[in-house]
């Protein structure tokens, strides 16, 4: 541990003068004078010559791109990872494109599954109608499990839900299936989503007519650094340069902002995501192309999975009080339910009422219900509450009030449902809701714009568009009494760098443990522990001598880097906090 002593904190470099400072010059344009005579029809000939022997290949076969090199370097493509769907998009000569799978549909569920009767993989949606025949082999909402330990609380919660087996090693979850006759294979949740990104990439590679090798994924802005470096590590197993990780309400934003430019105005926007699993609420300030993200908060724990859950609850019960039926450990059974509770919940959006049927769930028992949305919105309301918590949170945080929030966006599946959208406009004195981009397509647009401008591609609609993102949760080291001693806040700009010097709290000590924590709690061991090192060497003194400088550097992808440096000897040490070695 070491004794808080002294701060020396170096702000960083302010971001957003920085970007702003944008190529907006072009190169002068030459031209050779015209030739006259009979020399003219010799000259264009040996030009054109000349031009074919140095013609790219990949232009000499009608391909081009457009910074006129190869369109397999030069595509990066974004995909919304998410926990029930994913979607995949490219823009692509000023133009945005949603890809469809090879079903022809623009979202394709997360859903992997294992035949056991042979070794065949399915993914989509040929996996999501495997799960009520193999519910054992069928692995959905593994974006729950992925970066987390396998006894966090949350994923332990999980796990009494999920059909498929989930087993420890080395402390952290492992999905095991069936493959083959009878023999048993595990896969990290990284491996998992390796396979529904490598979905998308065949899907992107189909549509483009090409190889494609780079990609901008995006991840809840309430995940953490473990979470993130996982993600990142499942991009690069699926066969990506993940060239970065963005978050899923900043890429909305950028969807949401592009039509909104040119207007010059300065708006302050909240993003409301509510997914499948996630919940994330992001307050930016849009300013003629430049994103800012002035605070994020949210639940990575909340989503339609969560509603679904309650309804099945409910009809479980329901089953068991009217037929004496309980499948409650029958995961055929309950994946059958799953498929229709699902089914009727969306219903709900635009009906007043739905009818589950599912023809014999158990036993031979048929099992035919209404619901309706009243009843659906009694069940969940108290999660639907649940998401104005965050919502409070960021705009406390940002110092800004509910009347300067100019436009609330919804993003995500979920926030079609109706109660959702009247309890945030409830909230907002009745504002109207922003509902003009397609939620299930908005964060793939955003992360197709980023991996745009990421690859270079000049176009006036995406010229000059800066995104400056923001850390979602503080981090910093464990410090004399177990005190959480932040070093960076949540809400910094990123990419950032901050540095503080602190010094030994005991005499003669020869060596400081560095533990990194992530949140907001007030002791170190409350918070998320990231990674730990030691910083050995430091020479005999009296406490409170040496100088200790540790520095913390957030890249734009939000993953960390920690170095510890003693001043006077100039031994170092550093760490990159990853979701563990050995996955």
Request: with cysteine; net charge neutral; glycine share 8%.
């Amino acid at each position: 541990r070491n004794d808080h002593k002294t701060i020396s904190q170096q702000p960083a470099t302010h971001q957003k003068k920085m970007m702003q400072q944008r190529r907006s010059t072009k190169k002068p344009r030459t031209r050779a004078a015209w030739l006259t005579s009979s020399r003219l029809v010799i000259s264009i000939l040996c030009g054109i010559c000349v031009c074919l022997l140095f013609l790219p290949p990949a232009m000499a076969t009608g391909a081009s791109s457009d910074q006129g090199g190869s369109p397999v370097e030069d595509t990066i493509i974004g995909i919304d990872l998410g926990t029930t769907y994913l979607c995949v998009g490219v823009y692509k000569n000023g133009r945005m494109n949603i890809m469809a799978n090879d079903q022809g549909n623009r979202i394709t569920p997360s859903y992997v599954s294992f035949k056991s009767n042979n070794r065949e993989r399915l993914v989509g949606d040929a996996a999501k109608s495997q799960a009520t025949i193999h519910p054992q082999n069928t692995v959905f909402d593994v974006k729950r499990l992925i970066g987390r330990d396998f006894d966090d609380p949350s994923l332990q919660a999980d796990k009494k839900l999920l059909p498929y087996t989930i087993v420890s090693q080395d402390g952290k979850p492992l999905i095991e299936v069936t493959v083959g006759s009878d023999s048993k294979a595990r896969f990290a949740p990284e491996e998992i989503s390796a396979m529904l990104l490598q979905k998308m990439k065949t899907t992107a590679e189909t549509f483009l007519g090409h190889e494609v090798k780079r990609a901008v994924i995006t991840v809840p802005a309430y995940f953490n650094d473990a979470q993130r470096q996982a993600t990142k590590d499942a991009g690069t197993i699926a066969g990506f340069t993940v060239e970065r990780i963005i978050n899923e309400p900043t890429a909305a934003a950028i969807a949401y902002g592009m039509d909104k430019r040119g207007n010059g105005s300065d708006q302050n926007i909240l993003v409301f995501d509510l997914g499948g699993g996630t919940f994330d609420v992001t307050l930016l300030n849009i300013d003629d192309g430049i994103f800012e993200v002035l605070g994020s908060n949210g639940d990575t724990h909340l989503g339609g999975e969560d509603f679904d859950q309650q309804v099945m609850q409910y009809f479980t019960k329901m089953l068991k009080k009217k037929s004496d039926v309980d499948i409650s450990e029958n995961n055929t059974a309950l994946q059958k339910l799953r498929r229709e509770v699902e089914r009727v919940k969306r219903a709900l959006s635009s009906q007043p009422q739905a009818r589950l049927d599912i023809e014999n769930i158990a036993d031979g028992v048929d099992f035919s219900e209404v619901l309706t949305r009243a009843r659906f919105e009694e069940i969940n309301t108290a999660l639907f509450k649940k998401t104005l918590g965050p919502v409070k949170e960021v705009l406390k945080d940002a110092g800004i009030s509910k009347d300067d929030v100019d436009e609330i966006v919804l993003v995500g599946g979920s926030t079609r449902i109706p109660k959702v959208r009247s309890i945030v406009s409830d909230f907002f004195g009745g504002k109207e809701l922003f509902a003009g981009i397609n939620p299930d397509e908005a964060v793939a647009h955003g992360a197709a714009i980023q991996g745009a401008i990421l690859s270079g591609v000049r176009d006036e609609s995406i010229d000059d568009v800066v995104t400056l993102d923001a850390t979602s949760l503080s981090q910093g080291i464990e410090t004399v009494g177990g005190i959480m001693t932040k070093i960076i806040p949540r809400g910094t700009t990123i990419p950032t760098k901050k540095t503080q010097t602190f010094s030994t709290y005991q005499d003669n000590q020869g060596q400081v443990l560095i533990q990194v924590f992530q949140g907001e709690r007030a002791m170190a061991n409350d918070n998320l522990l990231l990674g730990k090192f030691n910083l050995n060497g430091i020479p005999p003194a009296p406490r409170g001598v040496p100088q200790i400088e540790v520095s913390f550097e957030v890249d734009a992808n939000g993953i960390l880097q920690v170095s510890a440096e003693d001043k006077g000897t100039g031994k170092a040490e550093r760490i990159t906090i990853t979701s563990e070695k050995g996955r």
